[in-house]
């Protein structure tokens, strides 16, 4: 028999496990076990499903170790098993849910691959912002997600130029449901913010800025964020929001922030843009939406051409890359 050295393909190639693996965060099979109600075959009345079936799926789990089968057809939780009773890891795997969205969207890579284009109104028959418009239930997992619920509570230490002092107000760009936003205003009792992100995402921010204590600091723009922004603030931010785009959209929205920055406003990213050296994996939003993510190099041409200059770019304590610019004074 040849002997294969390095990576194991099959193990590589198994689709099996992580189905399994959507198929109990859906079906919510972990609570039940987490009730002191350890799962026996037949388990209809429990968990809703056919037996036989769920009976297969969690031997397969509990043989690549999530779940025990502590008896013939008995299993319980082990910690592997534990994170599917977490509220963020159910939403990134419910497959009725943004969690289908992003596991059914792997299936259109070889599109991608082939074309540097997202395949994912082939699957879906809209693009993925239209799609999530179109289905508001989706639409509001994914900005759960996005949130406190899927991504913990945002980090609001941003170390930028000069410190926080002379900064009276942010604009968030396609700031979701303004997590980062509160956190920010939470921690800096003098500024003022401003929301910008579509209506519907927008609308679903009031719980998130009442929660922290902020709502009368806070004005919320229901707006794309390719239209004009509010102009005049402080500091612009992108979080998380250049590296769902391609190169011409990703100029059309630091263009945006350019004008509204200008004269003497500064635009923060943070996020898809590293060092020119660091490794650049394949990531989910490149498969939906044809994302990048971008060295410092190329960020700054991008910049550039969206009449903005690269002023500082390094990491902060917690590992983040961060990225100032400001508008440039020849356009």
Not at 43 to 50: E, K, N, R
Not at 288 to 296: E, N, W, Y
Request: aromatic share 6%.
């Amino acid at each position: 028999m040849p002997t294969h050295e390095g990576a194991d393909l099959d193990a590589l190639t198994d689709l099996c496990t992580p189905w399994c693996i959507h198929v109990v965060a859906t079906l919510r099979i972990a609570d039940p076990v987490a009730a002191a109600r350890p799962l026996t075959s037949p388990t209809p009345a429990a968990t809703g499903c056919d037996a036989y079936a769920l009976h297969r799926v969690l031997t397969r789990l509990a043989g690549k170790g999530v779940f025990v089968e502590t008896a013939p057809g008995r299993f319980a939780l082990n910690d592997a098993a534990r994170r599917l009773l977490d509220p963020g890891t159910r939403l990134g795997l419910d497959l009725e849910g943004i969690g289908g969205r992003f596991a059914h969207a792997w299936g259109t890579l070889l599109t991608y691959v082939r074309t540097g284009s997202p395949g994912y109104a082939e699957r879906f028959g809209l693009p993925y912002w239209e799609d999530l418009d179109a289905h508001p239930e989706i639409g509001a997992a994914f900005d759960a997600l996005m949130g406190p619920a899927g991504h913990g509570t945002p980090d609001p230490d941003l170390p930028i130029t000069g410190g926080w002092g002379p900064v009276g107000t942010v604009v968030d760009v396609g700031g979701g449901t303004g997590a980062m936003l509160a956190e920010i205003l939470r921690a800096r009792p003098a500024i003022r913010g401003t929301l910008v992100d579509l209506p519907k995402t927008v609308a679903r921010s009031r719980e998130t800025f009442e929660k922290a204590g902020v709502t009368a600091r806070v004005t919320t723009v229901g707006q794309s964020f390719f239209d004009p922004l509010p102009a005049g603030a402080d500091l612009y931010l992108l979080s998380k929001v250049a590296n769902d785009w391609p190169d011409r959209e990703a100029a059309a929205i630091l263009r945006r922030c350019a004008e509204a920055a200008r004269p003497r406003g500064r635009v923060v990213v943070l996020g898809g843009v590293g060092p020119d050296d660091a490794p650049r994996p394949l990531s989910i939003e490149m498969v939906l939406l044809g994302g990048k993510h971008r060295s410092v190099t190329e960020f700054r041409e991008l910049a550039r051409e969206a009449g903005l200059e690269v002023t500082a770019a390094g990491r902060q304590p917690s590992g983040r890359f961060v990225v100032e610019c400001r508008p440039s004074t020849t356009m």
